[in-house]
């Protein structure tokens, strides 16, 4: 297996292992196709593979997974990232004063089903915590309360912290920070 940034030649495959695997972050209930986890076109993919950091977990030739970071400039055409950019600054970290200008948006992060549990996760984190860590000191992200196993991967496997529990629209979230360096610990 090869861990590596993607290439605009990976956006299609992105696009397709996305759709394959968003239901995944819907709680057992919800998975009607009534609800739809977060997406991005492939024009949105194609600015996130070129602006920002996508890592591809490769095997055989085939994408098997992927992990996104990005600045806050291209999230927060969306509420909840306006929302999260607002909470910032009112975020009780031991560690720094969060801010738009020192982190940036972690997530979503993909791996095909038949491929879990197998370290892939692991790799993914730690490549683009290390990618990110030229530029910022800090990635957040949230997770939705009843997505336990996204929790419980990212909390144990990536050592992100809690820092903020929120809601939007009718969802709860955690809101979970991972310095991008050992120096920031």
């Known amino acids: 297996m090869k861990i590596r940034l993607a290439t605009v030649q990976d956006v ?23 609800l739809a986890g977060q997406s991005f076109s492939q024009g949105d993919l194609t600015c996130l593979v070129t602006q920002h950091w996508v890592v591809v977990a490769e095997l055989d030739g085939d994408i098997i997974g992927y992990v996104i970071a990005g600045r806050w400039s291209f999230f927060k055409q969306w509420p909840i990232y306006r929302n999260l950019l607002n909470r910032l600054p009112r975020i009780d970290y031991e560690k720094a004063k969060l801010a738009e200008s020192n982190c940036c948006q972690y997530g979503p992060i993909w791996i095909a089903s ?71 610990f």
Not at 12 to 34: K, P, T, V, W
Not at 121 to 140: C, D, I, N, W
Not at 151 to 169: E, L, N, P, W
């Open 12 to 34: 299609a495959a992105l696009a397709a292992l996305e759709q394959s695997q968003q239901q995944d972050e819907l709680a057992i209930e919800q998975r009607n196709n009534s």
């Open 114 to 184: 038949e491929y879990r549990g197998q370290g892939i996760f692991e790799a993914l984190v730690q490549f683009v915590k290390k990618s990110v860590a030229r530029e910022l000191p800090y990635m957040v992200t949230f997770i939705a309360e009843d997505n336990a196993g996204s929790f419980a991967a990212h909390t144990r496997k990536g050592g992100m912290q809690v820092v903020d529990f929120i809601s939007f629209d009718d969802r709860d979230y955690y809101l979970l920070v991972l310095p991008t360096s050992d120096s920031f």
